[in-house]
């Protein structure tokens, strides 16, 4: 075999080699996220269902608190609403370090997305 021949064959071959391990390395990341899945749609589920909970509850809460006429609907006063807004800050930063991280090679995850 000459040696342009040599070389063309090798590349071939090297081309080969490196499509094989891109593929195979495709069906891994695939096989991961199959399995990956199920636990993550539960937990979305999960997640979805205590965001109603909470919606029903403040829902609920709003609809039972008297209204007041001089603050446009409001009877708290600016520091409970303060100390509110930080329980809930509180409550979602909690929620969200029990969040496992994704995989370095997955995608980003937003809060409301798994």
């Known amino acids: 075999m000459s040696a342009p021949q040599s070389l063309a064959m090798a590349a071939v071959n090297r081309l080969a080699a ?24 539960q937990q979305e589920l999960s997640l979805f269902w205590e965001e109603v909970a909470m919606e029903a509850e403040r829902i609920e809460h709003n609809r039972n608190a008297p209204a007041s006429p001089s603050r446009g609907g409001t009877t708290e006063d600016p520091q409970e609403r303060i100390d509110a807004l930080r329980a809930k800050v509180a409550e979602l930063s909690r929620r969200l370090d029990q969040v496992p991280a994704a995989a370095p090679d997955g995608p ?3 809060p409301g997305q798994a």
């Open 18 to 41: 490196r499509l094989g391990s891109g593929l195979a390395d495709a069906a891994a990341t695939l096989a991961v996220l199959a399995q990956e899945a199920p636990a993550r749609v």
């Open 108 to 110: 980003p995850r937003s």
